[in-house]
């Protein structure tokens, strides 16, 4: 099958041509232009200006005042975050034990809610992305809905099935004598109900853009569906696992709600970092703070690790 | 070596219906406009998209068959495929490319890397194999994936416009070197183009595919001088020869003589006479044409604002003469006619 883009001229580089310049083809290695730089908001447009950046890059009136306040609106809590921070005794307070525990159940939870979610998350995003079974936008919309859906909903309602007395939850207990509330494998199970929707529909994003005709040429040369998967999908869907895995894995590593509803708020068992951050905040602000500063770090470390996903270098 | 193939399928707008047997080795190329189903044959040939009805058959193998309900897979096929934009795994070194199909089939690493190595320094990439298809020129690319199509010892091979992705100053060149791959492949060799140079250079055979079913099937000299659709007729329109080159002319395979203007290559050639450049004279010319020869207008044919005069002969040839030579010539009435060409019009190189 042909790419259907082979023909047309591409989008955005064809805006930069002149009319009646030559049709740029996806097959053809030519860069885009160079988008012009932008001038400072106050500059007024020259007439040359306007022709080049065409329509609507001039912001309608008032955008910029409106979209600088939601910037500082974003940025200040953070940056207050850093002033407040007790820097004498964060030493102290980052090797005290309750923090450390909560540090490594967290890691624990979140690392394991992200492999529950890639081992039984990829199967299903690839079966949303290729497999037209009926009902498939039901399964996807439901599948999707942990995403909106408010935690602590998310909470009671795997209390209500996986809780002691929950519809699955009596039979784990009278057949296998698993409890899953309140225990560590509760909190990732909490944990993973809510990420896992982040990686699913990455992932599937991810599959539905690669082009398949790479497995069909891996298919020529006498790979079976395994190892195509394998050998040839996964690495060029890479860019959307590691961001539906940083974004999942980020969810988990922050959930809440569905946690201290379903698995409680046991130190050393259930209680998070974000549940001990909540509770320390009642009676040792300090501590509370260089918890947040810890999260605060490990979500940068994500974003930088991700710029090159989701801000595409021009 | 033998491939026998009925393919009928529909798909979107296509309705394909294409009968093809080749009966040795060779090249055989599929020519036809955009949208004839070219690809989609290609496809079905190897296994990518099942068919309604028909059947494949490779030596004696039953890949396909609808009636019988045969089915081998794709990668179950002895079947390579050099697809259209090459398709090299992009996470892959050129090396990695290659042995790709060998591990596919099981082939323990260290054999398939050493048998990768071979396959890449056959096309002359032996420095490439740790490259990425990324750094890889056009060409660089297409030999690669050749390589990897031919790694796996295929007994039929598919190439889907292997040089459409060229600029136009690397085709000759690439061209030859394909020339020269597909000679040395012992199997069947299909070639998807819509070039009619391509496919008069790389084939032995052509079958014309338009509008999902084939229109001509023969030899470049079969179609060239019996075109029997519109569409044939256009493609191969100028006037093509083959030859070698003997004492500062162009000895063709028919024993004529064409006289070229130097520089003249060496070897075998190809003669490209334009139509537009052939002259027709009802006395014999006098004055600088060097290629002048008798011959008989058989068909006129209106193309546009000019018309196409078939004439046969010694040497047969299209000319495209304007409606007022027509008159004025009545060459609508036939009859002996002197055909003169420039040397200077007559474009010669290397096969």
């Given at each position: 099958?042909?790419?259907?883009g082979?023909?047309g001229a591409?989008?955005?580089?064809?805006?930069?041509?002149p009319?009646g310049?030559?049709?740029?083809?996806?097959?053809?290695?030519?860069a885009p232009?160079?988008?012009?730089?932008p001038a400072?908001?106050?500059?007024?447009?020259?007439?040359?200006?306007?022709?080049?950046?065409?329509?609507?890059?001039?912001?309608?009136?008032?955008?910029?005042?409106l979209?600088?306040?939601?910037?500082v609106?974003?940025i200040?809590?953070?940056?207050?975050l850093l002033?407040r921070a007790?820097?004498?005794?964060?030493?102290?307070d980052?090797?005290?034990?309750?923090v450390?525990?909560?540090l490594?159940l967290?890691?624990?939870c979140s690392l394991?809610?992200?492999?529950?979610?890639l081992?039984?998350?990829?199967?299903?995003?690839?079966?949303?992305?290729?497999?037209?079974f009926?009902?498939?936008?039901?399964?996807?919309?439901l599948v999707?809905?942990?995403m909106v859906?408010?935690?602590?909903?998310?909470?009671?309602?795997?209390?209500?099935a996986?809780?002691?007395?929950?519809?699955a939850?009596?039979?784990l207990?009278s057949?296998?004598?698993?409890?899953l509330?309140?225990?560590?494998?509760g909190?990732?199970?909490a944990e993973t109900f809510?990420?896992m929707p982040f990686l699913?529909i990455?992932?599937?994003?991810?599959?539905?853009?690669?082009?398949?005709?790479?497995?069909?040429?891996?298919?020529?040369?006498?790979?079976?569906r395994?190892l195509i998967f394998r050998r040839?999908?996964?690495?060029?869907?890479?860019?959307a696992?590691?961001?539906?895995?940083?974004?999942s894995w980020?969810?988990?590593?922050?959930?809440?709600g569905?946690?201290?509803?379903?698995?409680g708020?046991m130190?050393?068992?259930t209680?998070?970092?974000p549940l001990?951050?909540?509770?320390?905040?009642?009676n040792?602000?300090?501590a509370?703070?260089t918890?947040?500063l810890?999260?605060l770090?490990i979500?940068l470390?994500?974003?930088?690790g991700?710029?090159g996903?989701?801000?595409?270098?021009r | 070596m033998?491939?026998?193939?009925?393919v009928?399928l529909?798909?979107?707008t296509?309705?394909?219906?294409?009968?093809?047997?080749v009966?040795?080795?060779?090249?055989?190329?599929l020519?036809g406009?955009?949208a004839?189903?070219?690809?989609?044959?290609l496809?079905?040939?190897?296994?990518l998209v099942p068919?309604?009805?028909?059947?494949?058959v490779?030596?004696?193998?039953?890949?396909?068959?609808?009636?019988?309900?045969?089915?081998?897979p794709?990668e179950?096929?002895?079947?390579?495929?050099v697809?259209?934009?090459y398709?090299?795994?992009?996470?892959?070194?050129?090396?990695?490319n290659v042995?790709f199909?060998?591990?596919a089939?099981g082939?323990?690493?260290?054999t398939?890397r050493?048998?990768?190595?071979?396959?890449?320094?056959?096309?002359?990439?032996?420095e490439?194999?740790g490259?990425?298809?990324?750094a890889?020129?056009?060409g660089?690319?297409q030999?690669?994936?050749?390589?990897?199509?031919?790694?796996?010892?295929?007994r039929?091979l598919l190439?889907?416009?292997?040089l459409?992705?060229?600029?136009?100053g690397?085709?000759?060149?690439?061209?030859?070197?394909?020339t020269r791959h597909?000679?040395?492949f012992p199997?069947t060799?299909l070639?998807?183009?819509h070039?009619p140079?391509?496919?008069?250079?790389l084939g032995?055979k052509?079958?014309?595919?338009?509008?999902?079913?084939v229109?001509?099937?023969?030899?470049?000299e079969e179609l060239?001088?019996?075109?029997?659709?519109?569409?044939?007729?256009?493609?191969?329109?100028?006037n093509?020869?083959?030859?070698?080159?003997?004492?500062?002319?162009?000895r063709?395979?028919?024993?004529?003589?064409l006289?070229?203007?130097?520089?003249?290559?060496?070897?075998?050639v190809?003669?490209v006479?334009?139509?537009?450049?052939?002259?027709?004279h009802?006395?014999?010319p006098?004055?600088s044409?060097?290629?002048v020869?008798?011959?008989?207008?058989?068909d006129l044919?209106?193309v546009?604002?000019h018309?196409?005069?078939?004439v046969?002969?010694e040497l047969?040839?299209?000319a495209?003469?304007t409606?007022?030579?027509v008159?004025?010539?009545?060459?609508?009435?036939?009859?002996?006619?002197y055909?003169?060409?420039k040397?200077?019009?007559?474009?010669?190189?290397e096969?």
């Amino acid at each position: 099958m042909r790419k259907d883009g082979d023909s047309g001229a591409r989008a955005d580089a064809g805006k930069h041509l002149p009319t009646g310049g030559l049709a740029v083809t996806a097959g053809d290695a030519i860069a885009p232009p160079p988008r012009p730089r932008p001038a400072p908001w106050w500059a007024p447009a020259s007439d040359t200006e306007r022709r080049v950046r065409g329509r609507g890059e001039r912001a309608p009136l008032g955008f910029v005042p409106l979209a600088a306040v939601a910037v500082v609106f974003l940025i200040l809590p953070l940056v207050a975050l850093l002033v407040r921070a007790p820097w004498g005794s964060l030493p102290g307070d980052l090797t005290a034990p309750g923090v450390l525990t909560a540090l490594r159940l967290s890691l624990v939870c979140s690392l394991g809610a992200l492999c529950l979610s890639l081992v039984f998350g990829v199967p299903l995003a690839w079966l949303l992305a290729r497999v037209p079974f009926p009902g498939r936008n039901v399964v996807r919309a439901l599948v999707l809905l942990p995403m909106v859906l408010p935690p602590v909903v998310g909470g009671v309602a795997l209390l209500l099935a996986f809780g002691r007395n929950g519809i699955a939850g009596q039979w784990l207990d009278s057949l296998f004598g698993v409890t899953l509330p309140f225990s560590t494998l509760g909190a990732m199970l909490a944990e993973t109900f809510v990420a896992m929707p982040f990686l699913v529909i990455t992932v599937e994003a991810g599959i539905r853009a690669m082009d398949r005709r790479y497995e069909d040429a891996a298919a020529t040369l006498g790979a079976g569906r395994w190892l195509i998967f394998r050998r040839v999908t996964l690495p060029l869907i890479a860019p959307a696992l590691a961001a539906g895995s940083a974004l999942s894995w980020a969810r988990a590593l922050g959930e809440f709600g569905a946690t201290i509803t379903f698995a409680g708020n046991m130190p050393g068992r259930t209680q998070t970092m974000p549940l001990a951050v909540y509770l320390a905040l009642q009676n040792n602000a300090g501590a509370a703070i260089t918890l947040s500063l810890v999260m605060l770090a490990i979500s940068l470390a994500v974003l930088v690790g991700l710029r090159g996903q989701w801000f595409p270098r021009r | 070596m033998s491939l026998e193939a009925r393919v009928a399928l529909r798909k979107g707008t296509l309705d394909l219906d294409v009968g093809l047997t080749v009966e040795a080795s060779g090249v055989v190329v599929l020519l036809g406009p955009n949208a004839a189903g070219k690809t989609t044959l290609l496809r079905a040939l190897a296994g990518l998209v099942p068919l309604e009805r028909g059947r494949v058959v490779l030596d004696g193998e039953v890949l396909e068959d609808t009636a019988a309900g045969v089915r081998v897979p794709t990668e179950r096929r002895p079947i390579g495929v050099v697809f259209q934009d090459y398709l090299l795994f992009p996470h892959m070194t050129s090396l990695e490319n290659v042995a790709f199909g060998l591990r596919a089939r099981g082939t323990p690493r260290a054999t398939a890397r050493a048998r990768a190595h071979e396959m890449l320094d056959r096309v002359g990439l032996a420095e490439a194999a740790g490259a990425r298809p990324r750094a890889l020129s056009g060409g660089q690319a297409q030999r690669v994936a050749l390589a990897r199509a031919l790694a796996t010892d295929p007994r039929l091979l598919l190439l889907d416009e292997p040089l459409a992705a060229m600029d136009a100053g690397a085709r000759a060149e690439l061209r030859r070197g394909l020339t020269r791959h597909l000679a040395a492949f012992p199997g069947t060799c299909l070639v998807i183009t819509h070039d009619p140079i391509e496919a008069m250079t790389l084939g032995d055979k052509l079958v014309v595919l338009e509008a999902g079913r084939v229109v001509q099937a023969g030899t470049p000299e079969e179609l060239s001088s019996h075109p029997r659709s519109r569409y044939v007729a256009d493609l191969l329109g100028l006037n093509l020869y083959r030859g070698r080159v003997d004492q500062g002319a162009v000895r063709l395979t028919g024993g004529q003589r064409l006289i070229a203007a130097d520089p003249l290559p060496q070897g075998e050639v190809f003669a490209v006479v334009p139509p537009r450049a052939v002259a027709l004279h009802r006395t014999l010319p006098d004055g600088s044409p060097r290629n002048v020869w008798r011959g008989e207008v058989q068909d006129l044919d209106v193309v546009g604002n000019h018309v196409r005069a078939h004439v046969a002969g010694e040497l047969p040839v299209i000319a495209e003469v304007t409606p007022g030579a027509v008159a004025s010539l009545r060459l609508d009435d036939g009859g002996p006619v002197y055909v003169a060409v420039k040397a200077m019009e007559i474009e010669v190189y290397e096969a």
